[in-house]
Protein backbone atom coordinates (compact mmCIF):
# COMPACT_ATOMS: atom_id res chain seq x y z
CA UNK A 1 0.00 0.00 0.00
CA UNK A 2 0.86 3.86 -0.64
CA UNK A 3 -0.14 7.00 -1.03
CA UNK A 4 0.13 8.64 -4.58
CA UNK A 5 0.04 12.07 -6.23
CA UNK A 6 0.22 13.09 -10.10
CA UNK A 7 -0.39 16.05 -11.97
CA UNK A 8 -0.77 16.69 -15.57
CA UNK A 9 -1.46 19.61 -18.23
CA UNK A 10 0.14 20.84 -21.08
CA UNK A 11 2.95 23.26 -20.63
CA UNK A 12 2.97 22.01 -16.93
CA UNK A 13 4.35 24.38 -14.47
CA UNK A 14 4.90 21.59 -11.83
CA UNK A 15 7.17 23.96 -9.46
CA UNK A 16 4.02 25.89 -8.24
CA UNK A 17 2.40 23.29 -6.88
CA UNK A 18 3.86 21.95 -2.93
CA UNK A 19 4.86 18.58 -4.15
CA UNK A 20 7.13 18.32 -1.37
CA UNK A 21 3.96 19.10 1.05
CA UNK A 22 1.61 16.89 -1.06
CA UNK A 23 3.86 13.97 -0.67
CA UNK A 24 5.12 14.36 3.46
CA UNK A 25 1.15 14.78 3.79
CA UNK A 26 1.19 10.86 2.72
CA UNK A 27 3.61 9.79 4.88
CA UNK A 28 1.63 7.43 7.11
CA UNK A 29 0.20 6.04 4.15
CA UNK A 30 3.78 5.33 2.81
CA UNK A 31 6.51 5.70 5.62
CA UNK A 32 8.97 3.49 3.73
CA UNK A 33 10.15 5.66 0.99
CA UNK A 34 9.03 8.92 -1.27
CA UNK A 35 10.10 9.01 -4.54
CA UNK A 36 8.97 11.43 -7.66
CA UNK A 37 9.42 11.86 -11.16
CA UNK A 38 8.96 15.41 -13.03
CA UNK A 39 8.92 15.20 -16.81
CA UNK A 40 6.99 17.65 -19.64
CA UNK A 41 3.62 17.96 -18.53
CA UNK A 42 3.75 15.55 -16.19
CA UNK A 43 4.39 14.95 -11.89
CA UNK A 44 4.27 11.64 -10.77
CA UNK A 45 5.06 11.52 -7.04
CA UNK A 46 4.80 8.24 -4.20
CA UNK A 47 5.08 7.33 -1.09
CA UNK A 48 5.85 3.67 -0.30
CA UNK A 49 4.82 0.95 1.86
CA UNK A 50 7.18 -1.83 0.79
CA UNK A 51 5.33 -5.33 0.45
CA UNK A 52 6.11 -6.92 -2.64
CA UNK A 53 9.74 -6.75 -4.32
CA UNK A 54 11.27 -4.46 -1.36
CA UNK A 55 14.49 -3.80 -2.94
CA UNK A 56 13.99 -3.25 -6.96
CA UNK A 57 9.89 -2.12 -6.65
CA UNK A 58 10.45 1.30 -5.85
CA UNK A 59 7.89 3.88 -7.64
CA UNK A 60 7.80 6.01 -9.46
CA UNK A 61 8.48 3.61 -12.29
CA UNK A 62 9.01 4.24 -16.08
CA UNK A 63 8.91 1.85 -18.56
CA UNK A 64 10.03 3.22 -22.66
CA UNK A 65 7.46 6.01 -23.09
CA UNK A 66 5.45 5.08 -19.85
CA UNK A 67 5.54 5.97 -16.20
CA UNK A 68 3.14 4.96 -13.14
CA UNK A 69 2.47 6.10 -10.13
CA UNK A 70 0.46 2.76 -8.46
CA UNK A 71 -1.25 2.19 -4.61
CA UNK A 72 -2.67 -1.45 -4.55
CA UNK A 73 -1.90 -5.08 -4.77
CA UNK A 74 -2.38 -7.12 -8.06
CA UNK A 75 -2.73 -10.18 -6.91
CA UNK A 76 -2.67 -12.54 -10.09
CA UNK A 77 0.96 -10.60 -11.07
CA UNK A 78 2.99 -13.65 -11.69
CA UNK A 79 -0.16 -15.26 -13.89
CA UNK A 80 -0.27 -11.81 -16.03
CA UNK A 81 3.71 -11.81 -15.64
CA UNK A 82 3.97 -15.39 -17.11
CA UNK A 83 1.23 -14.60 -19.88
CA UNK A 84 3.04 -11.37 -20.81
CA UNK A 85 6.52 -12.92 -21.00
CA UNK A 86 5.69 -15.35 -23.28
CA UNK A 87 4.01 -12.46 -25.17
CA UNK A 88 7.36 -10.92 -25.57
CA UNK A 89 7.68 -8.84 -22.88
CA UNK A 90 10.76 -8.66 -20.66
CA UNK A 91 10.78 -7.57 -16.61
CA UNK A 92 13.34 -5.87 -14.74
CA UNK A 93 11.96 -5.92 -10.79
CA UNK A 94 9.44 -8.60 -9.08
CA UNK A 95 7.07 -6.14 -8.54
CA UNK A 96 3.27 -6.18 -9.80
CA UNK A 97 4.16 -2.06 -10.62
CA UNK A 98 5.61 -3.31 -13.81
CA UNK A 99 3.59 -5.99 -14.57
CA UNK A 100 0.32 -2.96 -14.48
CA UNK A 101 2.75 -1.20 -17.38
CA UNK A 102 3.30 -4.24 -19.27
CA UNK A 103 -0.47 -4.79 -19.18
CA UNK A 104 -1.36 -1.26 -20.14
CA UNK A 105 1.40 -1.53 -23.13
CA UNK A 106 -0.55 -4.59 -24.33
CA UNK A 107 -4.70 -4.18 -23.75
CA UNK A 108 -4.29 0.00 -23.82
CA UNK A 109 -7.39 0.70 -21.28
CA UNK A 110 -8.68 -2.86 -21.43
CA UNK A 111 -5.67 -4.08 -19.00
CA UNK A 112 -8.07 -3.06 -15.92
CA UNK A 113 -10.10 -6.31 -17.33
CA UNK A 114 -6.80 -8.64 -16.18
CA UNK A 115 -6.04 -6.99 -13.26
CA UNK A 116 -7.11 -8.59 -10.25
CA UNK A 117 -6.54 -6.90 -7.40
CA UNK A 118 -7.27 -3.64 -5.13
CA UNK A 119 -5.56 -0.39 -6.78
CA UNK A 120 -5.47 3.10 -8.02
CA UNK A 121 -2.59 4.56 -10.06
CA UNK A 122 -1.75 6.92 -12.73
CA UNK A 123 0.09 5.97 -15.98
CA UNK A 124 1.44 8.91 -17.96
CA UNK A 125 2.24 7.85 -21.91
CA UNK A 126 4.62 10.50 -22.54
CA UNK A 127 4.72 10.00 -26.34
CA UNK A 128 0.17 9.95 -26.76
CA UNK A 129 0.10 13.12 -23.75
CA UNK A 130 -1.87 10.66 -21.79
CA UNK A 131 -2.90 10.51 -18.17
CA UNK A 132 -4.43 7.84 -17.62
CA UNK A 133 -6.04 6.92 -14.23
CA UNK A 134 -7.85 4.12 -12.90
CA UNK A 135 -9.69 3.00 -9.42
CA UNK A 136 -10.49 -0.98 -8.23
CA UNK A 137 -13.76 -2.94 -9.05
CA UNK A 138 -14.53 -2.45 -4.86
CA UNK A 139 -13.36 0.91 -4.24
CA UNK A 140 -10.65 -0.46 -1.70
CA UNK A 141 -8.28 2.33 -2.51
CA UNK A 142 -9.31 5.72 -2.79
CA UNK A 143 -8.16 8.22 -5.37
CA UNK A 144 -9.56 12.26 -6.05
CA UNK A 145 -8.72 14.57 -8.12
CA UNK A 146 -9.21 18.70 -8.56
CA UNK A 147 -8.36 20.82 -11.60
CA UNK A 148 -6.14 24.28 -11.10
CA UNK A 149 -7.35 25.68 -14.53
CA UNK A 150 -6.92 23.43 -17.08
CA UNK A 151 -3.77 20.88 -15.18
CA UNK A 152 -5.69 18.11 -13.26
CA UNK A 153 -4.38 17.11 -9.69
CA UNK A 154 -4.73 13.82 -8.23
CA UNK A 155 -4.13 12.18 -5.09
CA UNK A 156 -4.78 8.88 -2.17
CA UNK A 157 -6.03 11.85 0.20
CA UNK A 158 -7.91 15.25 0.09
CA UNK A 159 -5.91 16.52 2.42
CA UNK A 160 -2.62 15.79 -0.26
CA UNK A 161 -4.57 17.71 -3.03
CA UNK A 162 -5.10 20.62 -0.18
CA UNK A 163 -1.61 20.65 0.41
CA UNK A 164 -0.69 21.60 -3.49
CA UNK A 165 -1.25 25.21 -2.55
CA UNK A 166 -3.31 25.54 -5.61
CA UNK A 167 -6.95 24.15 -4.64
CA UNK A 168 -8.86 26.15 -2.58
CA UNK A 169 -11.68 23.19 -1.85
CA UNK A 170 -15.54 24.80 -1.26
CA UNK A 171 -17.35 22.85 0.94
CA UNK A 172 -20.63 20.85 -0.35
CA UNK A 173 -23.39 21.39 2.20
CA UNK A 174 -25.32 18.83 0.09
CA UNK A 175 -22.64 16.05 0.30
CA UNK A 176 -22.95 16.93 3.59
CA UNK A 177 -27.02 16.17 3.78
CA UNK A 178 -26.29 12.84 2.55
CA UNK A 179 -23.74 12.20 5.34
CA UNK A 180 -26.16 12.97 8.07
CA UNK A 181 -28.96 10.36 6.09
CA UNK A 182 -26.01 7.18 5.96
CA UNK A 183 -23.39 8.90 8.06
CA UNK A 184 -20.94 8.95 4.75
CA UNK A 185 -20.13 10.93 1.99
CA UNK A 186 -21.47 9.40 -1.19
CA UNK A 187 -19.02 7.42 -3.35
CA UNK A 188 -17.85 8.92 -6.33
CA UNK A 189 -17.66 12.72 -4.09
CA UNK A 190 -16.67 14.14 -2.01
CA UNK A 191 -17.38 16.74 0.69
CA UNK A 192 -16.20 19.69 -1.52
CA UNK A 193 -17.65 21.00 -4.61
CA UNK A 194 -14.37 21.44 -6.39
CA UNK A 195 -12.55 18.07 -5.03
CA UNK A 196 -13.60 14.44 -6.63
CA UNK A 197 -13.70 11.13 -6.34
CA UNK A 198 -13.05 8.52 -8.87
CA UNK A 199 -15.99 5.97 -8.30
CA UNK A 200 -15.14 2.39 -7.89
CA UNK A 201 -14.60 0.41 -11.39
CA UNK A 202 -14.18 3.23 -13.04
CA UNK A 203 -10.77 4.87 -15.19
CA UNK A 204 -10.41 8.09 -16.48
CA UNK A 205 -8.51 9.40 -19.90
CA UNK A 206 -6.77 13.03 -19.59
CA UNK A 207 -5.72 14.36 -22.11
CA UNK A 208 -6.07 17.88 -24.04
CA UNK A 209 -6.79 19.61 -21.52
CA UNK A 210 -9.99 17.38 -21.24
CA UNK A 211 -11.20 14.70 -19.18
CA UNK A 212 -13.56 11.77 -19.80
CA UNK A 213 -14.58 8.86 -17.18
CA UNK A 214 -15.20 5.54 -18.04
CA UNK A 215 -16.71 2.36 -16.02
CA UNK A 216 -15.14 -0.56 -16.76
CA UNK A 217 -16.70 -3.18 -14.50
CA UNK A 218 -20.55 -3.74 -13.05
CA UNK A 219 -21.84 -6.95 -11.26
CA UNK A 220 -23.85 -9.08 -13.88
CA UNK A 221 -27.31 -11.27 -13.21
CA UNK A 222 -26.42 -14.93 -14.04
CA UNK A 223 -28.72 -17.90 -14.23
CA UNK A 224 -27.39 -20.47 -12.34
CA UNK A 225 -28.08 -23.88 -11.18
CA UNK A 226 -26.36 -25.35 -8.60
CA UNK A 227 -27.49 -27.98 -5.39
CA UNK A 228 -27.09 -26.24 -1.86
CA UNK A 229 -24.29 -28.53 -1.56
CA UNK A 230 -22.34 -27.99 -4.84
CA UNK A 231 -22.76 -24.31 -3.84
CA UNK A 232 -21.41 -24.38 -0.56
CA UNK A 233 -18.26 -26.68 -1.58
CA UNK A 234 -17.61 -24.26 -4.82
CA UNK A 235 -18.11 -21.36 -2.09
CA UNK A 236 -15.71 -22.81 0.25
CA UNK A 237 -13.07 -23.67 -2.56
CA UNK A 238 -13.42 -19.77 -4.04
CA UNK A 239 -13.15 -18.38 -0.81
CA UNK A 240 -9.57 -20.82 0.11
CA UNK A 241 -8.34 -19.27 -3.49
CA UNK A 242 -8.97 -15.57 -2.40
CA UNK A 243 -7.16 -16.20 0.66
CA UNK A 244 -4.18 -18.02 -1.00
CA UNK A 245 -3.60 -15.20 -3.54
CA UNK A 246 -3.87 -12.43 -0.46
CA UNK A 247 -1.21 -14.51 1.48
CA UNK A 248 0.78 -15.28 -1.83
CA UNK A 249 1.29 -11.95 -3.13
CA UNK A 250 3.88 -10.68 -0.47
CA UNK A 251 7.26 -10.45 0.86
CA UNK A 252 6.31 -10.04 4.37
CA UNK A 253 4.82 -11.60 7.17
CA UNK A 254 0.72 -11.64 6.99
CA UNK A 255 -1.32 -11.73 9.60
CA UNK A 256 -5.34 -11.53 10.60
CA UNK A 257 -8.15 -9.81 12.12
CA UNK A 258 -10.08 -12.11 14.43
CA UNK A 259 -13.19 -10.75 15.81
CA UNK A 260 -14.33 -14.05 16.91
CA UNK A 261 -17.23 -13.59 14.52
CA UNK A 262 -18.02 -15.70 11.15
CA UNK A 263 -16.15 -14.30 8.87
CA UNK A 264 -13.14 -13.36 10.51
CA UNK A 265 -13.26 -16.88 12.19
CA UNK A 266 -13.32 -18.61 7.96
CA UNK A 267 -10.88 -16.32 7.19
CA UNK A 268 -8.24 -17.43 10.03
CA UNK A 269 -8.92 -20.88 9.90
CA UNK A 270 -8.29 -21.34 6.64
CA UNK A 271 -5.52 -18.83 6.31
CA UNK A 272 -3.53 -20.85 9.33
CA UNK A 273 -3.74 -24.22 7.46
CA UNK A 274 -2.11 -22.19 4.42
CA UNK A 275 1.25 -20.93 5.95
CA UNK A 276 3.99 -22.48 7.56
CA UNK A 277 4.28 -20.79 10.27
CA UNK A 278 1.90 -19.40 13.21
CA UNK A 279 -0.87 -17.28 11.96
CA UNK A 280 -0.57 -13.80 13.71
CA UNK A 281 -4.06 -12.72 15.00
CA UNK A 282 -5.31 -9.39 16.54
CA UNK A 283 -8.72 -8.74 18.18
CA UNK A 284 -11.10 -5.99 20.41
CA UNK A 285 -13.09 -6.40 23.24
CA UNK A 286 -15.47 -4.00 24.98
CA UNK A 287 -16.86 -4.08 28.40
CA UNK A 288 -20.39 -3.90 27.65
CA UNK A 289 -20.16 -7.03 25.36
CA UNK A 290 -17.32 -9.54 25.20
CA UNK A 291 -15.99 -11.47 22.03
CA UNK A 292 -12.92 -12.20 23.85
CA UNK A 293 -14.29 -15.94 24.75
CA UNK A 294 -14.91 -16.66 21.01
CA UNK A 295 -11.23 -15.24 19.88
CA UNK A 296 -9.84 -16.88 21.87
CA UNK A 297 -11.84 -20.84 21.15
CA UNK A 298 -10.38 -19.32 17.35
CA UNK A 299 -7.03 -18.95 18.27
CA UNK A 300 -6.30 -21.71 20.17
CA UNK A 301 -8.02 -23.95 17.44
CA UNK A 302 -5.13 -22.76 15.05
CA UNK A 303 -2.57 -22.45 17.69
CA UNK A 304 -2.27 -18.20 16.91
CA UNK A 305 -0.58 -15.75 18.69
CA UNK A 306 -3.48 -13.98 18.91
CA UNK A 307 -3.18 -9.61 20.56
CA UNK A 308 -6.03 -8.08 21.95
CA UNK A 309 -6.82 -4.87 23.32
CA UNK A 310 -9.67 -4.20 26.00
CA UNK A 311 -11.65 -0.77 24.48
CA UNK A 312 -13.25 0.04 27.83
CA UNK A 313 -13.37 3.46 28.03
CA UNK A 314 -13.68 6.26 24.73
CA UNK A 315 -10.88 8.65 24.10
CA UNK A 316 -11.89 11.83 22.18
CA UNK A 317 -7.72 12.38 21.54
CA UNK A 318 -8.11 9.20 19.19
CA UNK A 319 -11.66 10.07 17.47
CA UNK A 320 -10.30 13.27 16.97
CA UNK A 321 -7.22 12.12 15.12
CA UNK A 322 -9.32 9.44 13.41
CA UNK A 323 -11.89 12.35 11.94
CA UNK A 324 -8.63 14.60 10.91
CA UNK A 325 -7.36 11.74 9.17
CA UNK A 326 -10.19 10.82 7.52
CA UNK A 327 -10.36 14.08 5.88
CA UNK A 328 -14.04 14.07 5.30
CA UNK A 329 -17.13 13.54 7.75
CA UNK A 330 -17.58 10.12 8.58
CA UNK A 331 -19.30 8.47 11.60
CA UNK A 332 -19.72 4.74 11.50
CA UNK A 333 -18.84 3.52 14.77
CA UNK A 334 -16.61 1.09 14.20
CA UNK A 335 -14.11 3.85 12.80
CA UNK A 336 -12.47 3.89 16.61
CA UNK A 337 -12.05 -0.08 17.11
CA UNK A 338 -11.00 0.12 13.44
CA UNK A 339 -8.14 2.63 14.29
CA UNK A 340 -7.24 1.16 17.83
CA UNK A 341 -7.46 -2.82 15.97
CA UNK A 342 -4.82 -1.36 13.38
CA UNK A 343 -2.37 0.36 15.30
CA UNK A 344 -2.29 -3.08 17.46
CA UNK A 345 -1.69 -4.94 14.28
CA UNK A 346 1.07 -2.37 12.76
CA UNK A 347 3.14 -3.52 15.55
CA UNK A 348 3.87 -6.79 14.47
CA UNK A 349 3.14 -7.19 10.61
CA UNK A 350 2.67 -4.84 7.41
CA UNK A 351 -0.47 -6.83 6.22
CA UNK A 352 -3.57 -8.42 7.39
CA UNK A 353 -6.21 -10.35 6.15
CA UNK A 354 -10.07 -9.06 7.43
CA UNK A 355 -13.34 -10.39 6.45
CA UNK A 356 -14.90 -7.03 5.38
CA UNK A 357 -17.54 -7.54 2.79
CA UNK A 358 -18.71 -11.16 3.46
CA UNK A 359 -22.36 -9.21 5.24
CA UNK A 360 -23.25 -7.78 1.60
CA UNK A 361 -22.19 -10.42 -0.21
CA UNK A 362 -23.61 -13.67 1.71
CA UNK A 363 -26.91 -11.23 3.53
CA UNK A 364 -25.81 -11.09 7.04
CA UNK A 365 -27.57 -7.68 8.15
CA UNK A 366 -30.79 -7.50 9.96
CA UNK A 367 -32.42 -6.01 6.70
CA UNK A 368 -31.61 -9.37 4.98
CA UNK A 369 -34.01 -11.18 6.78
CA UNK A 370 -37.00 -13.24 4.91
CA UNK A 371 -39.46 -11.85 6.95
CA UNK A 372 -39.00 -8.49 5.96
CA UNK A 373 -41.76 -6.41 3.73
CA UNK A 374 -40.61 -4.15 1.25
CA UNK A 375 -36.94 -5.03 1.41
CA UNK A 376 -35.44 -2.10 -0.28
CA UNK A 377 -37.11 0.89 1.73
CA UNK A 378 -36.69 -1.29 4.79
CA UNK A 379 -32.70 -1.29 3.90
CA UNK A 380 -32.91 2.36 3.34
CA UNK A 381 -34.50 3.18 6.96
CA UNK A 382 -31.59 0.94 8.38
CA UNK A 383 -28.43 3.40 7.26
CA UNK A 384 -30.75 7.04 7.28
CA UNK A 385 -30.12 8.62 10.58
CA UNK A 386 -31.46 11.84 9.97
CA UNK A 387 -34.97 11.47 7.55
CA UNK A 388 -35.93 14.25 4.98
CA UNK A 389 -38.33 15.62 7.55
CA UNK A 390 -35.30 15.89 10.22
CA UNK A 391 -32.73 17.40 7.93
CA UNK A 392 -35.37 20.31 6.63
CA UNK A 393 -35.82 21.30 10.09
CA UNK A 394 -32.13 20.64 10.96
CA UNK A 395 -30.79 22.86 7.71
CA UNK A 396 -31.07 26.42 7.96
CA UNK A 397 -30.43 26.51 4.49
CA UNK A 398 -33.50 23.93 2.83
CA UNK A 399 -32.28 23.77 -0.20
CA UNK A 400 -29.48 21.67 1.11
CA UNK A 401 -31.98 18.49 1.21
CA UNK A 402 -31.24 16.28 -1.24
CA UNK A 403 -33.02 12.79 -1.21
CA UNK A 404 -31.96 11.04 -4.49
CA UNK A 405 -28.42 9.81 -4.07
CA UNK A 406 -29.34 6.20 -3.65
CA UNK A 407 -31.63 4.93 -6.93
CA UNK A 408 -34.54 2.74 -5.95
CA UNK A 409 -35.89 0.26 -8.55
CA UNK A 410 -39.83 -0.60 -7.95
CA UNK A 411 -40.30 -4.47 -7.78
CA UNK A 412 -43.06 -6.78 -6.84
CA UNK A 413 -40.62 -9.51 -7.24
CA UNK A 414 -39.06 -10.69 -3.25
CA UNK A 415 -35.38 -12.11 -4.72
CA UNK A 416 -35.25 -9.10 -7.38
CA UNK A 417 -35.64 -6.52 -4.18
CA UNK A 418 -32.76 -8.71 -2.14
CA UNK A 419 -31.17 -8.46 -5.59
CA UNK A 420 -31.07 -4.17 -5.43
CA UNK A 421 -30.60 -4.35 -1.49
CA UNK A 422 -27.03 -6.29 -2.54
CA UNK A 423 -26.12 -3.48 -5.26
CA UNK A 424 -27.07 -0.73 -3.07
CA UNK A 425 -24.85 -2.50 -0.50
CA UNK A 426 -22.46 -2.68 -3.48
CA UNK A 427 -22.28 0.52 -4.80
CA UNK A 428 -22.79 3.00 -1.53
CA UNK A 429 -22.97 1.57 1.77
CA UNK A 430 -19.34 -1.08 1.36
CA UNK A 431 -17.16 1.45 -0.43
CA UNK A 432 -18.65 4.69 1.31
CA UNK A 433 -18.94 3.58 4.60
CA UNK A 434 -17.10 -0.28 5.01
CA UNK A 435 -14.32 0.03 3.25
CA UNK A 436 -13.25 4.22 3.60
CA UNK A 437 -13.08 3.23 7.31
CA UNK A 438 -11.01 0.30 6.91
CA UNK A 439 -8.49 2.10 4.00
CA UNK A 440 -8.26 5.37 6.52
CA UNK A 441 -8.21 3.32 9.31
CA UNK A 442 -5.29 1.29 8.74
CA UNK A 443 -3.44 3.55 6.40
CA UNK A 444 -2.78 6.03 9.26
CA UNK A 445 -1.01 3.49 11.16
CA UNK A 446 0.80 1.83 7.69
CA UNK A 447 -1.13 -1.14 7.66
CA UNK A 448 -2.33 -3.23 4.56
CA UNK A 449 -5.89 -4.55 4.46
CA UNK A 450 -6.68 -7.19 2.72
CA UNK A 451 -10.36 -8.70 1.90
CA UNK A 452 -10.66 -11.96 0.66
CA UNK A 453 -14.70 -12.12 0.69
CA UNK A 454 -14.66 -9.59 -1.46
CA UNK A 455 -12.52 -11.00 -4.49
CA UNK A 456 -14.32 -10.68 -7.43
CA UNK A 457 -14.58 -14.07 -8.32
CA UNK A 458 -16.27 -14.99 -5.57
CA UNK A 459 -18.77 -11.72 -5.45
CA UNK A 460 -19.75 -12.84 -8.64
CA UNK A 461 -20.43 -16.45 -7.89
CA UNK A 462 -21.99 -15.68 -4.73
CA UNK A 463 -24.44 -13.08 -5.77
CA UNK A 464 -26.05 -15.23 -8.28
CA UNK A 465 -26.67 -18.01 -5.95
CA UNK A 466 -30.14 -18.64 -4.89
CA UNK A 467 -31.46 -16.46 -1.77
CA UNK A 468 -32.43 -19.12 0.25
CA UNK A 469 -28.58 -20.19 0.10
CA UNK A 470 -27.59 -17.33 1.45
CA UNK A 471 -30.51 -16.53 4.04
CA UNK A 472 -31.80 -20.01 5.29
CA UNK A 473 -33.84 -21.06 8.45
CA UNK A 474 -30.89 -21.38 10.32
CA UNK A 475 -29.97 -17.71 9.99
CA UNK A 476 -28.36 -15.58 7.62
CA UNK A 477 -25.12 -16.36 5.79
CA UNK A 478 -26.23 -19.24 5.73
CA UNK A 479 -23.95 -20.95 3.66
CA UNK A 480 -21.12 -19.67 5.45
CA UNK A 481 -22.03 -20.97 8.97
CA UNK A 482 -22.24 -24.38 7.28
CA UNK A 483 -18.95 -23.80 6.36
CA UNK A 484 -17.62 -22.72 9.47
CA UNK A 485 -19.74 -26.07 11.32
CA UNK A 486 -17.06 -28.03 9.03
CA UNK A 487 -14.42 -26.11 11.58
CA UNK A 488 -15.79 -25.66 14.48
CA UNK A 489 -19.29 -26.50 16.09
CA UNK A 490 -22.15 -25.66 15.40
CA UNK A 491 -23.11 -23.71 18.66
CA UNK A 492 -19.94 -20.87 17.62
CA UNK A 493 -21.27 -20.99 14.01
CA UNK A 494 -24.95 -20.23 14.35
CA UNK A 495 -24.73 -18.14 17.77
CA UNK A 496 -26.33 -14.66 16.84
CA UNK A 497 -24.52 -12.01 15.21
CA UNK A 498 -22.41 -9.53 17.37
CA UNK A 499 -21.01 -6.80 15.10
CA UNK A 500 -18.18 -4.65 15.39
CA UNK A 501 -19.28 -1.40 15.98
CA UNK A 502 -18.57 -0.06 19.10
CA UNK A 503 -20.74 1.26 22.07
CA UNK A 504 -21.30 4.62 21.95
CA UNK A 505 -24.53 4.67 23.88
CA UNK A 506 -22.20 4.04 26.78
CA UNK A 507 -19.59 6.22 25.58
CA UNK A 508 -21.35 9.15 25.01
CA UNK A 509 -23.46 9.09 28.81
CA UNK A 510 -19.44 9.14 30.52
CA UNK A 511 -19.64 12.01 32.53
CA UNK A 512 -16.52 13.14 30.76
CA UNK A 513 -17.60 12.73 27.26
CA UNK A 514 -20.87 14.12 27.73
CA UNK A 515 -19.24 17.39 28.86
CA UNK A 516 -17.06 17.21 25.85
CA UNK A 517 -20.22 16.49 23.41
CA UNK A 518 -21.93 19.61 24.86
CA UNK A 519 -18.17 22.04 24.55
CA UNK A 520 -18.56 20.97 20.97
CA UNK A 521 -21.31 21.11 19.50
CA UNK A 522 -23.26 24.24 22.46
CA UNK A 523 -20.44 26.12 23.23
CA UNK A 524 -17.93 26.36 20.54
CA UNK A 525 -20.15 24.68 17.37
CA UNK A 526 -19.12 25.17 13.62
CA UNK A 527 -22.02 23.30 12.60
CA UNK A 528 -24.20 25.78 13.58
CA UNK A 529 -22.96 28.31 11.20
CA UNK A 530 -25.25 25.95 8.73
CA UNK A 531 -27.36 23.92 11.10
CA UNK A 532 -30.46 25.52 13.22
CA UNK A 533 -29.40 25.44 16.76
CA UNK A 534 -31.91 24.65 18.40
CA UNK A 535 -32.58 21.47 16.17
CA UNK A 536 -29.14 20.12 17.89
CA UNK A 537 -30.42 21.14 20.90
CA UNK A 538 -33.38 19.04 20.57
CA UNK A 539 -31.28 15.84 20.23
CA UNK A 540 -29.14 16.52 22.64
CA UNK A 541 -32.09 16.98 24.93
CA UNK A 542 -33.20 13.71 23.45
CA UNK A 543 -30.60 11.88 24.25
CA UNK A 544 -29.50 13.36 27.53
CA UNK A 545 -32.52 14.84 29.39
CA UNK A 546 -35.28 12.54 28.62
CA UNK A 547 -36.30 8.99 29.86
CA UNK A 548 -37.55 7.93 27.35
CA UNK A 549 -34.82 8.42 24.26
CA UNK A 550 -35.65 7.31 20.77
CA UNK A 551 -33.87 3.99 19.51
CA UNK A 552 -31.82 6.61 16.88
CA UNK A 553 -31.36 9.00 19.95
CA UNK A 554 -27.58 8.04 20.48
CA UNK A 555 -26.96 7.44 16.93
CA UNK A 556 -27.73 10.95 15.93
CA UNK A 557 -25.75 13.01 18.57
CA UNK A 558 -22.96 10.92 17.65
CA UNK A 559 -23.18 12.02 13.77
CA UNK A 560 -23.60 15.20 14.76
CA UNK A 561 -20.38 15.32 16.93
CA UNK A 562 -18.46 13.67 14.53
CA UNK A 563 -19.24 16.52 11.51
CA UNK A 564 -18.73 18.63 14.52
CA UNK A 565 -14.93 17.48 14.74
CA UNK A 566 -14.60 17.71 11.09
CA UNK A 567 -15.56 20.91 10.75
CA UNK A 568 -12.82 21.97 13.79
CA UNK A 569 -10.31 20.57 11.46
CA UNK A 570 -11.57 21.97 8.08
CA UNK A 571 -13.88 24.59 7.96
Not at 26 to 43: A, E, Q, T
Request: aromatic share 12%.
Amino acid sequence: MCGIIAIAGDALDSKKYATDRMLESLKKRGPDGVGSLNIPDCFLGHRRLSIIDIEGGGQPMTSGSLSITFNGEIYNFHELKNKLFADGFNFNTRSDTEVILAAYKKWGTDCLLHLDGMFAFCIWDDVEKVLFFARDRIGKKPLYYSFVEKDIVIASEIKAIKESNQVIPEVDFKAIDFYLKNMYIEPGKSVYKNIYQLPPAHYGVYKNRTLEIFRYWSLKKKSVEVSYEEAKSEVHRLITKAIEKRLMSSDVEIGAFLSGGVDSSIVALIASGLIKKRLKTFGVSYKTYDELPYIKKIADKINSEVEWIDINHFSIEDLNKIIEYFGEPHADTSDMPQHVLSELASQKVKVVLSGDGADEFFLGYKWHGGDIEQPVINRLENICAFDTARRKRLWINKENVVDNGVPVIKSNNFVEDMDQVTLIDLNFHLPGQILSKVDRASMMHGLEVRCPFLDIELMEYVYNLPYEYKVGQNGQKLILRDILCDYTDNEFAYRKKQGFGAPIWDWLTEEGVKKNVYHHLVENSKIRSFLVGSEIDTYLNNFYNTTEKHERAGQRVWVLFCLELWAKHNI
